[in-house]
């Protein structure tokens, strides 16, 4: 574990998933990253790479030969290794490798680097094509965030988009996305009210939201957890049923498999393809107010 801190923040970073594990505000003491209770969900930030969500029937198909990845890609349980480590920032590199091309036939390097500021954490993934092909992938992030943060109880929180959307959510069974199957959520509104059943049918997945900034708030305070992109085509907000202690704001750079899907990768909607020797870079902020 990596720890690293600047006089306001404090964050852990795992060389497992370069998954972050801690948020906290070091006069308070206050955590904002889910610690991963396994009794609701033992996640806390894990990196989706480089699949997100999964595939239909487990499975893709890439120039005639068909391979297999776990739901979310093999990012998240992989062993990185720390490039650098400075007081306040750090950076960690997984590099494709014989045990990853037996699943995944190109060769990447991926660097994820955290950096603290004044108001919370910068977060950047570099995705490299290290191969001489063109390469085909998605990349998104996952972090669960402590809910309440600010007293009260859950239906005092919201989720507040930047701008206002007009926007209906995907539904997700199985690892995939049912095709067709839509519900409209906001209507020319910014705000997502939570409560303890909005979860029952899973997470709610947004295609092409306007906002690039999504805030947790509370009707109690301004205490808020703003997650800052540079605008993402698809957004996932989750939760466990029930009233989990936890809500994920989840930008993504692609998407779990449509019901309908080819199941050819390059034909994968939201797929992402790099040239050789060419980096794709995307990242987000969470800041604290």
């Known amino acids: 574990m990596i720890a690293i801190a600047n006089g306001f923040w404090g964050a852990a970073i795992s060389e497992t998933g370069a998954e972050m594990k801690s948020l906290a505000n070091l006069r308070t003491g206050q955590e904002h990253i889910w610690h991963g209770d396994p009794a609701w969900w033992n996640g806390s930030a894990p990196v989706l790479f480089p699949v997100i969500g999964g595939l239909k029937d487990g499975a893709y198909t890439f120039e005639g030969k068909q391979y297999k990845l776990p739901s979310h890609g093999f990012a998240r349980g992989s062993e990185f290794r720390v490039s650098r480590a400075g007081a306040d920032s750090a950076e960690l590199v997984l590099a494709s490798n014989p045990k990853t091309r037996e699943n995944?036939?190109?060769?990447?390097s991926l660097k994820a680097s955290f950096a603290l500021e004044r108001s919370g954490i910068a977060i950047r993934y570099d995705v490299t094509n290290t191969g001489s092909s063109r390469m085909f992938f998605s990349i998104g992030s996952h972090p669960a965030f402590v809910v309440p943060f600010a007293g009260g109880v859950l239906e005092n929180y919201y989720v507040l988009f930047e701008r206002e959307e007009s926007i209906e959510r995907w539904f997700f069974k199985d690892g995939i996305i049912l095709a067709g199957r839509t519900e409209e959520v906001l209507d020319n509104s910014r705000t997502l009210n939570l409560t303890r059943s909005m979860f029952d049918d899973g997470i709610m997945i947004f295609k092409h939201p306007?906002?690039?900034?999504?805030?947790?708030?509370?009707?109690?305070?301004?205490?808020?957890v703003r997650v800052v992109t540079e605008g993402v085509p698809y957004l996932g907000i989750w939760s466990k049923p029930g009233g989990a202690p936890f809500l994920c704001i989840e930008p993504w750079h692609g998407i779990p498999d449509m019901s309908d899907a080819t199941g050819n990768l390059v034909e994968k909607e939201g797929i992402i393809g790099l040239d050789p020797r060419a980096t794709f870079t995307t990242g987000y902020r969470v800041e604290i107010e």
């Not at 306007?210 to 808020?224: C, D, K, L, M, T």
């Open 104 to 108: 995944y036939p190109f060769d990447f």
């Open 210 to 224: 306007a906002s690039r900034e999504f805030a947790i708030a509370s009707s109690r305070g301004a205490h808020a």
